[in-house]
């Protein structure tokens, strides 16, 4: 690293570009954390007189966006999982990646202790992604851009398919006569002692139920309600016990 690179990487006033739930969450949050920061702005404003350029804006608009930012800061980052640092060339200097790894809701999501996915073109530009992530209390940790499609798949695995397996349970509450309000109130519970299980244990310890006790007779009951009530979900059912069976039997254990 140069002996530039503290005062590049050291970043007094912060561009954020994108008013979607992710800009004006984090702009929110490092304008709380005393940070100077102009924005969110609406996509193709230019934010003046910053030391780096945030842009939240969809994965496909990055490139676009990176051109409009051509010179306009040292440094110009992007908040995907997925993306390469590649789509940030048109921007000039350092490019960066600052992914939080917490689902953003609204624009009070808070990213204390949250981990925090960076990455930079130069030892600058990830020593100053590191820098704005201990910022707003989120745990840095650097991924390479040949591994950002597995990492993304792991969070949106444990995130967004999360939430399609909730809607799939409060489906079948449903067919069991219980209100979507209710279901989603009676079964929290069972959903945040097993991912804390899961967290604490390990997946093989945590894993707990009829699949797990080799209790078939009960697993073809629960099929053949999915099958009579729900059959749009049989092949998500049956793909879930078979891959619970591995876990269970340890043939399918993580690597």
Not at 191 to 198: F, G, H, L, Y
């Amino acid at each position: 690293m140069t002996s530039r690179a503290p005062d590049v990487a050291r970043v007094a006033r912060l561009g954020v570009v994108g008013r979607g739930r992710v800009g004006s969450a984090l702009a929110a949050a490092f304008r709380d954390a005393g940070l100077d920061v102009d924005g969110p702005a609406g996509h193709g404003d230019v934010p003046a007189g910053c030391d780096a350029i945030l842009l939240c804006v969809p994965d496909a608009a990055i490139p676009e966006a990176a051109a409009a930012m051509a010179g306009a800061a040292p440094l110009v980052g992007h908040t995907s999982g997925a993306t390469s640092l590649s789509a940030l060339a048109a921007a000039g200097g350092h490019a960066f990646g600052l992914h939080p790894l917490q689902t953003v809701a609204g624009s009070g999501t808070r990213f204390v202790a949250c981990g925090c996915a960076v990455a930079g073109s130069t030892d600058v530009a990830v020593e100053a992604a590191r820098e704005l992530a201990l910022r707003i209390g989120m745990r840095p940790f650097e991924i390479d851009d040949s591994r950002r499609a597995s990492y993304h798949a792991a969070a949106s695995i444990a995130s967004n398919f999360l939430v399609t397996l909730e809607a799939a349970a409060e489906s079948m509450a449903g067919a069991a006569g219980i209100e979507p309000a209710d279901a989603r109130e009676l079964l929290r519970p069972l959903v945040r002692s097993a991912v804390e299980n899961w967290a604490e244990l390990g997946p093989e310890r945590a894993l707990t139920g009829p699949v797990a006790r080799g209790d078939w007779k009960t697993v073809e009951a629960q099929r053949a309600a999915v099958e009579a009530e729900r059959p749009e979900l049989l092949e998500l059912f049956d793909a879930l016990v078979a891959r619970t069976r591995e876990l269970a039997t340890g043939d399918g254990q993580p690597a």
